[in-house]
């Protein structure tokens, strides 16, 4: 079975200061793993996927993500926050079964941004 | 390239009454899943839908249903509605090639069952 779990629902920075959103995952199959943001009232914006090649993953808007096998991990992250990062993160894994595929989403980690 | 949309933006209900939310796919998508978030938690699979047939469902009672048309849209259709439906449906398209393929996710229809 797969699952995903964001550690910290809510995450606080300053504008200018590392971001770093967790995200562990559990599964019985080489994962795909994926970030997506969500501004208020809108759908998902995928920021960035892993799917088994390069472990360090580059997405849009100056984040990144590191695949830790070891560790079961798949972290966000970006050097600099900026206001408008201020938003829901949403970390997911991909199952796959028979023809069908699916994403398994975490319960999601609210940044907020302040000055 | 149009994007994912979906129909209508809001939505309010009482409880016990059915709704239908639709959903037009990406250009060249013939893949389209439904997901589930309720307020402060992550989306959940209620099913997928590929070549007008359901390939896929998650943990959701038969009064949610489906349809996928020639064109590649589908509807969400829930009966009976209970106070626990409020939630944000979001449909995500993607083109099925067998391996990995990117789902796209429309901006949600936000219902609301009072």
């Known amino acids: 079975a797969q699952s995903v779990t964001q550690l910290g629902s809510h995450v606080s920075v300053s504008e200018g200061a590392l971001v770093l959103l967790r995200c562990n995952y559990s599964s019985s199959v080489p994962p795909y793993l994926f970030w997506y943001v969500q501004y208020p009232n809108q759908g998902l914006q995928l920021l960035l996927k892993?799917?088994?090649?390069?472990?360090l993953v580059k997405g849009i808007n100056g984040f990144e993500a590191e695949f830790k096998k070891s560790e079961t991990s798949f972290h966000l992250t970006k050097p600099s926050a900026h206001m408008s990062d201020a938003a829901e993160y949403f970390c997911?894994?991909?199952?796959?079964?028979?023809?069908?595929?699916?994403?398994?989403f975490g319960a999601g980690t609210r940044l907020a941004v302040h000055p | 390239e149009t994007g994912v949309t979906q129909s209508p933006t809001h939505l309010i209900k009482t409880r016990g009454q059915q709704v239908t939310l639709r959903c037009s796919s990406q250009?060249?998508?013939?893949?389209v899943s439904w997901y589930q978030q309720a307020l402060g938690q992550g989306p959940q699979f209620i099913f997928q839908?590929?070549?007008?047939?359901?390939?896929g469902r998650g943990n959701f009672p038969p009064r949610f249903s489906g349809l996928q048309f020639p064109n590649y849209s589908s509807e969400l259709n829930v009966n009976a509605l209970e106070l626990d439906d409020s939630a944000l449906y979001l449909c995500?398209?993607?083109?099925?090639?067998?391996?990995?393929?990117?789902?796209?996710f429309g901006p949600g229809t936000r219902l609301t069952v009072l």
């Open positions: 839908y590929y070549r007008e047939e359901e390939n």
């Open positions: 997911a894994v991909r199952f796959f079964s028979g023809g069908y595929n699916k994403l398994i």
């Open positions: 892993y799917t088994s090649a390069a472990t």
């Open positions: 250009s060249g998508h013939n893949t």
């Open positions: 995500a398209s993607s083109l099925a090639t067998g391996g990995y393929n990117e789902q796209f």
